[in-house]
């Protein structure tokens, strides 16, 4: 259950990490130079003979039982679509015409073509657009539009946008084989290769980080400056902390894990947890788990914890004040919350803390059944355990499961609903008072808000991204037929 870094050690570490670029279309393993182009594979559309229609974007509102159901026409189903916003009211496409590709936002054709597109991505606002395309053996990547300057190849990653989303980030091919960031349009020292996805923004957008590589060895730059070099980087571990004055990553030296926190080298490890370092909401604290010697132990703000056969999984209350995380002694796990152990079962999960960082809840495993225990009293056993949610006032509890043939959403210990199939993991109003999920029946997916079911569609794109709007609707994307709408569901007033 727990994962360690010494097996991440091998492929993450070792000096010679394999960095993929696609749409560029072309492979690096270091330190040897980039392999010959190959062409990707994206999934695209039919072909189609006619361009695409815009939908008239009149709103038909309608009533099911206790629902107000109001569709939006947003695009015509004549494509793939790519993303979905984090708003879940727009929508990427994909068109294939004449052979070329075509990407659309919403109903909005861009007026490239392109041999290759892929790496589509909406920013945290939900305004802004990112992919990358390639045309004639040079790759671009286009933001808004607007395609930048070309190169031989873009990182497999895409773009990464700040959490403002003023600010994009990506990965492309230099000359010589080499490999750069380019950060708002400016290029970076090139180097021998780039961590994928390594490419961090700090919370309020103002720095960026990521990791390189020199020959055989590894080291971070943050904010355009070079630091030390080691002989490997964990994948996944640079962090800034909430005020983004702090930074911190996980490093390796010969076969030994270490942390860098604000520059400061810890001790060596035998093994670190995932995902390395944790810094609290209000940026005071620091914590992590490793291997010394034979035992784990959690090091939280410096100072070594009790020793366990192994230490998962350690999270920060919202108000910083709390601490915890899963451990193991010999044949059991338990949940450590504030430095007390809990009861031992045969799994443990995660410990999730509510907004108000009053209370805590965990998956466990008992005799092969699963069940959640909220502040310290065991729930009813099932199958599986999914997708546990507090609500925004930290009062309510729910979750997905399964049980036997039947998947269930469980709020506040009852059973809340019984489906063939859930298509997506509880989430709470933002009042506290409703839950909404979604799930198929038969061929059909229909969204499920306070326990009253919506129509049906014939499709939730990607997997049903919804989203709750500041008044309280659930948006969602759906498709009926030729059409996607865009579907807000509230409770009739």
Not at 255 to 284: N, T
């Amino acid at each position: 259950m727990f994962k360690s870094w010494r097996r991440i050690v091998a492929v993450a570490f070792a000096g010679a990490a394999a960095m993929l670029f696609a749409a560029g279309c072309w492979t690096a393993k270091f330190p040897k130079p980039p392999a010959q182009p190959e062409k990707p594979s994206p999934e695209v559309a039919k072909p189609v003979s006619e361009p695409s229609e815009v939908a008239k974007p009149a709103t038909t509102v309608t009533r099911a039982g206790k629902l107000k159901i109001s569709e939006t026409p947003l695009c015509k189903n004549d494509g793939v679509v790519m993303a979905v916003s984090p708003d879940a009211r727009h929508v990427i496409r994909l068109i294939q015409r004449g052979g070329k590709l075509i990407v659309a936002v919403d109903a909005a054709e861009g007026g490239k073509e392109y041999d290759v597109a892929a790496k589509f991505f909406f920013s945290p606002d939900s305004k802004r657009v990112a992919y990358v395309g390639k045309r004639g053996g040079k790759s671009v990547m286009v933001i808004d539009g607007v395609e930048g300057k070309e190169y031989s190849g873009i990182g497999i990653a895409g773009a990464a946008f700040s959490p403002d989303s003023k600010r994009v980030a990506y990965i492309a091919a230099a000359e010589g084989g080499k490999q750069m960031v380019v950060v708002d349009g400016v290029e970076g020292a090139p180097c021998d290769g780039i961590g994928v996805g390594s490419i961090i923004f700090s919370p309020d957008s103002a720095r960026v980080a990521y990791w390189a590589q020199a020959g055989a060895k590894s080291f971070v730059v943050v904010d355009g400056v070079k630091g030390a070099e080691y002989d490997g980087i964990g994948a996944g571990t640079l962090v800034f902390s909430s005020d983004s004055k702090r930074f911190a990553f996980v490093a390796v030296r010969g076969q030994k894990p270490l942390v860098v926190i604000d520059g400061a080298e810890s001790a060596e490890y035998e093994s670190m947890g995932m995902p390395g370092v944790i810094f609290s909401s209000d940026s005071k604290r620091v914590a992590y788990s490793a291997k010394a010697g034979e035992k784990w132990a959690a090091f939280i703000d410096g100072t070594k914890g009790a020793e366990y056969d192994s230490v998962a999984a350690i999270a920060f209350s919202p108000d910083s004040k709390r601490v915890a995380y899963s451990a193991t002694r010999g044949d059991k796990q338990m949940a450590v919350v504030d430095g007390t152990e809990g009861a031992g079962y045969d799994l443990v999960g995660g410990v999730l803390f509510s907004p108000d960082s009053s209370r805590i809840a965990y998956v466990v495993s008992r005799e092969g059944k699963q069940m959640v225990v909220v502040d310290g009293a065991d729930g009813t056993g099932y199958d599986l355990i999914t997708g546990i949610v507090f609500s925004p006032d930290s009062k309510r509890v729910a979750y997905s499961a399964r049980h036997g043939e039947k998947n269930v959403v469980v709020v506040d210990g009852a059973v809340a609903g019984e489906y063939d199939d859930l298509g997506c993991a509880p989430t709470f109003s933002p009042d506290s008072k409703n839950v909404a999920y979604w799930v198929r029946r038969g061929m059909k997916c229909l969204a499920v808000l306070g326990g009253a079911e919506g129509p049906e569609y014939d499709e939730f794109p990607l997997g049903g991204r919804m989203a709750f709007d500041p008044s309280g609707k659930l948006c969602i994307p759906a498709r009926r037929g030729g059409d996607i709408f865009i579907v807000e569901i509230e409770i009739a007033g």
